[in-house]
């Protein structure tokens, strides 16, 4: 929303700068983005003048040498080359010395031999408007030598605001002017639309009829005797620097009326009404409208229209048709103000990708009772600017008329909200300026709040009437208070807890975080060979792109890691912690552990991470690829972060390097997820060149093994007794199966270590030997070789078992 500062000060002056009146606004919930200055720089050299003679210049037909008084004490001799320059004309001046809007500096010139000491304005020259046919006639209210800005606001500072979706009402000048009003305290202007034209004789026949359903109010005045022209220079003045094209006398007053009320409305040619009849209904399917910005539109079934007798006039609350549009010979305007159900406009813009000034404050929610309000103050600039009649007979349908609502409002509850107490005169004071009504309620304590019909659509309850009084009091003067409870409040649970430890573990690690759309394709899962997955598709996608729910998160790593290669960093550790979404089972529970009930989705929440570099190189290293081993380390070193001790045993993913991918069990055999490789030609489906290593694992399953906090165990002060043992078995036996095995032969086994693997000629072919470094250790005694010789003898058994054997 643009405000010209000028126009606001006309409502409301707080004797504030534009800077200050913004940063007032902004503290109070009205966001200023930027404060622009529009027309030209310095105002100093802009006068008014008056032509005291304009004669054909002796060397050109097309100009004329005029002397001008500008108040200086001599006849200034300007040369002109616009065709309705005259003599007693008032005019604006602008003197040698001037910077103009596109900051060019005027200087006196010679023009086909006559020299010229400034220039006769036009108003595109000031920033005024759009016009260049003609120089600009001001009323002769002025002396020559007046400042030009005194006439005429050739210069303004706009304040451009995000209005929120809540305060339709902020999207008028006049609605800012009710907020400096309260946050300043500074004396408001009347409503301008208080006050009505008064209706001429004469009568009209027009009918209407309406749709309730997407319409809430339309009414129409009709006027007579319509002069279209050129709006005042004081109006372009003003729709310019709020970002509007001036283009007739009628168009700019809608245009004006919606700026300073915010309500919009549309003028129709009456006479080319055909019938004498507007209908408001949905439009059928695939019916066409032509704009007015000439584009053939094709409408759905949910879509307003207007139509007249005989097919669709207007786009209901987004743009009007061309069927019915002012002209320059319209003589009868139909000034129509209407309610419009704001989802449905909304709707409407986003299916056409057609957006308006109208449409951007109709899908806010407006009140009915602004459509009357505008309609006022539209009727007596069309008699002022137009010289129009007023007819009698105002169209009102309003099928279902809206009561004023009243809030109680509990006093203490102010305090116990805000953390503050605001004494009651001033609760009523801000309330009053605000426009509420606050009067005593039924009981101690209460007032009874009467909400502005302007303010109807976001004030719904009490804590809605807290907040506008702790914003306009001042939200910085509220004391900083914890909220007061029995019990702590904000601790983590348990499962939070968990999460954050493994998320640190992985950053400690040197892994970054990122966070991806909850959204992919089924392209993407074609890609990882997924195709046969059941996947969560979503009703109303934004592209095909993000058109189901994601099954898993390495799709969105692997676009990071991606993204990051195509800007020359392909060296990435990159990790994430969200929801993943499956078609939900019968037997498939919530992360608490209560049964999924009707939801489609089982919805867990899973970390993942890609590696495409196991460490970085440094002056003395190369770096080191990343490999299976690398994100196995990496996994077995997050979950250990939480007393998790996990295994692998070999499992295949379609999207992994076959014979380098493991699945991941823990607890009780159960699955927590896999890891691995990725197979090469998925990788350089993501253009990524080099190996990419990385793992996913269930983390609500995690949190239901994890043992939870650590109990403390004495350090024993026996001393261990280390031994290394080399254990011979078939190559395709796992590591994890032969040290699972020495464990469970001696509860003396303290420790297992694997730190060597060995294939040769004299563990036979297909055999490979592990070697293993074993702490026996007792917390009762100091053991001796005799002990140790009986617990190898156990370990060799167990060994057994599996086709072991000891290696001497």
């Given at each position: 929303m643009r405000v010209p500062v000028s126009w606001l000060r006309e409502y409301c002056d707080p004797r504030l700068s534009a800077q200050e009146i913004g940063v007032r606004l902004n503290d109070s919930g009205t966001e200023l983005e930027r404060i622009e200055s529009v027309g030209v720089g310095a105002v100093d050299d802009f006068v008014v003048g008056r032509v005291l003679a304009a004669e054909q210049h002796p060397n050109a037909d097309r100009l004329r040498v005029c002397q001008v008084d500008d108040g200086s004490g001599e006849t200034r001799t300007i040369v002109c080359g616009a065709p309705n320059v005259a003599a007693g004309q008032t005019v604006a001046v602008a003197r040698p010395g001037a910077v103009m809007p596109d900051g060019s500096k005027l200087g006196k010139a010679k023009l086909r031999g006559v020299e010229s000491s400034g220039m006769i304005l036009a108003e595109d020259e000031v920033g005024v408007g759009e016009d260049h046919a003609g120089i600009m006639v001001l009323e002769n209210g002025h002396e020559p030598g007046t400042p030009l800005l005194d006439a005429l606001q050739i210069r303004d500072d706009v304040l451009d605001l995000a209005i929120s979706p809540n305060r339709p009402d902020c999207l008028a000048v006049y609605g800012i002017a009710r907020e400096v009003h309260a946050l300043t305290e500074v004396p408001l202007a009347p409503d301008p639309t208080d006050s009505d034209a008064e209706p001429a004789a004469g009568s009209h026949d027009l009918q209407v009829d309406i749709d309730p359903e997407i319409c809430l109010r339309f009414t129409v005045r009709v006027f007579e005797d319509v002069k279209i022209g050129p709006s005042p220079l004081w109006l372009k003045a003003r729709l310019t620097a709020a970002g509007q094209r001036p283009i007739s006398n009628v168009v700019d007053i809608t245009n004006y009326v919606m700026l300073l009320t915010g309500q919009p409305l549309h003028a129709f040619d009456y006479d080319r009404v055909r019938g004498g009849r507007l209908r408001v209904h949905r439009a059928e399917p695939g019916q066409k409208l032509v704009t007015l910005d000439d584009v053939e539109r094709t409408l759905s079934g949910d879509m307003a229209l207007i139509s007249d007798a005989e097919g669709p006039t207007s786009l209901a609350g987004v743009m009007g048709g061309q069927v019915s549009e002012v002209s320059g010979d319209t003589a009868r305007v139909a000034m129509e103000a209407a309610t419009w159900v704001g989802p449905n406009i909304s709707r409407t813009m986003s299916t056409l990708g057609l957006r308006s000034e109208a449409g951007a404050r109709f899908e806010k929610q407006l009140h009915p009772a602004l459509a009357m309000a505008a309609q006022r103050l539209a009727a007596r600039l069309m008699v002022d600017l137009?010289?129009?009649?007023?007819?009698?007979?105002?169209?009102?349908?309003?099928?279902?008329?809206?009561?004023?609502?009243?809030?109680?409002?509990?006093?203490?509850?102010?305090?116990?909200?805000?953390?503050?107490?605001?004494?009651?005169?001033?609760?009523?004071?801000?309330?009053?300026?605000?426009?509420?009504?606050?009067?005593?309620?039924?009981?101690?304590?209460?007032?009874?709040?009467?909400?502005?019909?302007?303010?109807?659509?976001?004030?719904?309850?009490?804590?809605?009437?807290?907040?506008?009084?702790?914003?306009?009091?001042?939200?910085?003067?509220?004391?900083?208070?914890?909220?007061?409870?029995?019990?702590?409040?904000?601790?983590?649970?348990?499962?939070?807890?968990?999460?954050?430890?493994?998320?640190?573990?992985?950053?400690?690690?040197?892994?970054?975080?990122?966070?991806?759309?909850?959204?992919?394709?089924?392209?993407?899962?074609?890609?990882?060979?997924?195709?046969?997955?059941?996947?969560?598709?979503?009703?109303?996608?934004?592209?095909?792109?993000?058109?189901?729910?994601?099954?898993?998160?390495?799709?969105?790593?692997?676009?990071?890691?991606?993204?990051?290669?195509?800007?020359?960093?392909?060296?990435?550790?990159?990790?994430?912690?969200?929801?993943?979404?499956?078609?939900?089972?019968?037997?498939?529970?919530?992360?608490?552990?209560?049964?999924?009930?009707?939801?489609?989705?089982?919805?867990?929440?899973?970390?993942?991470?890609?590696?495409?570099?196991?460490?970085?190189?440094?002056?003395?290293?190369?770096?080191?690829?990343?490999?299976?081993?690398?994100?196995?380390?990496?996994?077995?070193?997050?979950?250990?972060?939480?007393?998790?001790?996990?295994?692998?045993?070999?499992?295949?993913?379609?999207?992994?390097?076959?014979g380098r991918t493991a699945t991941v069990l823990a607890g009780d055999e159960r699955k927590l997820g896999w890891v691995g490789e990725l197979h090469p030609s998925v990788a350089r489906e993501w253009d990524l060149d080099r190996a990419v290593a990385a793992f996913e694992i269930d983390l609500d399953l995690l949190a239901e093994i994890a043992p939870g906090p650590g109990h403390y165990s004495d350090v024993t002060t026996f001393p261990p007794v280390v031994q290394d043992i080399a254990v011979v078995v078939a190559e395709d036996v796992p590591a994890a199966d032969v040290v699972d095995a020495v464990r469970s032969a001696s509860r003396l086994v303290d420790a297992v270590e694997l730190f060597d693997v060995y294939h040769g000629q004299q563990v036979g072919d297909g055999n490979k030997s592990l070697a293993l470094r074993l702490e026996f250790r007792s917390p009762e005694r100091t053991l001796t070789d005799e002990d140790v010789t009986a617990e190898r003898t156990k370990i060799e058994g167990v060994l057994s078992e599996i086709g072991g054997r000891l290696r001497a």
């Amino acid at each position: 929303m643009r405000v010209p500062v000028s126009w606001l000060r006309e409502y409301c002056d707080p004797r504030l700068s534009a800077q200050e009146i913004g940063v007032r606004l902004n503290d109070s919930g009205t966001e200023l983005e930027r404060i622009e200055s529009v027309g030209v720089g310095a105002v100093d050299d802009f006068v008014v003048g008056r032509v005291l003679a304009a004669e054909q210049h002796p060397n050109a037909d097309r100009l004329r040498v005029c002397q001008v008084d500008d108040g200086s004490g001599e006849t200034r001799t300007i040369v002109c080359g616009a065709p309705n320059v005259a003599a007693g004309q008032t005019v604006a001046v602008a003197r040698p010395g001037a910077v103009m809007p596109d900051g060019s500096k005027l200087g006196k010139a010679k023009l086909r031999g006559v020299e010229s000491s400034g220039m006769i304005l036009a108003e595109d020259e000031v920033g005024v408007g759009e016009d260049h046919a003609g120089i600009m006639v001001l009323e002769n209210g002025h002396e020559p030598g007046t400042p030009l800005l005194d006439a005429l606001q050739i210069r303004d500072d706009v304040l451009d605001l995000a209005i929120s979706p809540n305060r339709p009402d902020c999207l008028a000048v006049y609605g800012i002017a009710r907020e400096v009003h309260a946050l300043t305290e500074v004396p408001l202007a009347p409503d301008p639309t208080d006050s009505d034209a008064e209706p001429a004789a004469g009568s009209h026949d027009l009918q209407v009829d309406i749709d309730p359903e997407i319409c809430l109010r339309f009414t129409v005045r009709v006027f007579e005797d319509v002069k279209i022209g050129p709006s005042p220079l004081w109006l372009k003045a003003r729709l310019t620097a709020a970002g509007q094209r001036p283009i007739s006398n009628v168009v700019d007053i809608t245009n004006y009326v919606m700026l300073l009320t915010g309500q919009p409305l549309h003028a129709f040619d009456y006479d080319r009404v055909r019938g004498g009849r507007l209908r408001v209904h949905r439009a059928e399917p695939g019916q066409k409208l032509v704009t007015l910005d000439d584009v053939e539109r094709t409408l759905s079934g949910d879509m307003a229209l207007i139509s007249d007798a005989e097919g669709p006039t207007s786009l209901a609350g987004v743009m009007g048709g061309q069927v019915s549009e002012v002209s320059g010979d319209t003589a009868r305007v139909a000034m129509e103000a209407a309610t419009w159900v704001g989802p449905n406009i909304s709707r409407t813009m986003s299916t056409l990708g057609l957006r308006s000034e109208a449409g951007a404050r109709f899908e806010k929610q407006l009140h009915p009772a602004l459509a009357m309000a505008a309609q006022r103050l539209a009727a007596r600039l069309m008699v002022d600017l137009c010289g129009a009649r007023l007819v009698a007979g105002t169209v009102d349908v309003y099928p279902r008329p809206l009561e004023p609502r009243t809030v109680k409002l509990r006093v203490p509850r102010v305090e116990k909200l805000l953390g503050a107490a605001i004494p009651v005169p001033e609760i009523e004071a801000i309330l009053q300026r605000l426009g509420f009504g606050a009067t005593p309620g039924d009981s101690p304590g209460v007032l009874d709040v009467l909400v502005p019909y302007w303010r109807d659509g976001d004030i719904q309850r009490e804590a809605d009437v807290i907040e506008e009084v702790g914003r306009i009091h001042g939200l910085d003067k509220l004391p900083i208070t914890l909220p007061a409870r029995r019990h702590a409040i904000g601790r983590l649970t348990e499962r939070q807890r968990l999460r954050r430890r493994v998320e640190d573990a992985l950053r400690d690690r040197g892994t970054s975080e990122v966070v991806a759309y909850s959204f992919t394709s089924q392209a993407t899962l074609d890609r990882l060979r997924l195709g046969d997955v059941p996947l969560l598709h979503i009703a109303n996608p934004l592209s095909e792109d993000q058109s189901v729910m994601r099954p898993l998160l390495l799709p969105g790593l692997l676009d990071a890691a991606r993204h990051n290669a195509a800007h020359g960093r392909p060296a990435v550790r990159l990790f994430e912690s969200a929801h993943v979404y499956r078609v939900a089972g019968p037997l498939d529970k919530a992360p608490d552990g209560s049964p999924q009930g009707q939801t489609p989705a089982r919805e867990r929440h899973h970390l993942a991470a890609v590696l495409t570099e196991a460490l970085p190189g440094t002056w003395r290293s190369d770096p080191r690829p990343a490999d299976f081993y690398a994100a196995k380390a990496l996994l077995e070193a997050t979950i250990g972060s939480v007393g998790v001790e996990a295994w692998f045993e070999p499992g295949e993913r379609p999207f992994l390097h076959p014979g380098r991918t493991a699945t991941v069990l823990a607890g009780d055999e159960r699955k927590l997820g896999w890891v691995g490789e990725l197979h090469p030609s998925v990788a350089r489906e993501w253009d990524l060149d080099r190996a990419v290593a990385a793992f996913e694992i269930d983390l609500d399953l995690l949190a239901e093994i994890a043992p939870g906090p650590g109990h403390y165990s004495d350090v024993t002060t026996f001393p261990p007794v280390v031994q290394d043992i080399a254990v011979v078995v078939a190559e395709d036996v796992p590591a994890a199966d032969v040290v699972d095995a020495v464990r469970s032969a001696s509860r003396l086994v303290d420790a297992v270590e694997l730190f060597d693997v060995y294939h040769g000629q004299q563990v036979g072919d297909g055999n490979k030997s592990l070697a293993l470094r074993l702490e026996f250790r007792s917390p009762e005694r100091t053991l001796t070789d005799e002990d140790v010789t009986a617990e190898r003898t156990k370990i060799e058994g167990v060994l057994s078992e599996i086709g072991g054997r000891l290696r001497a």
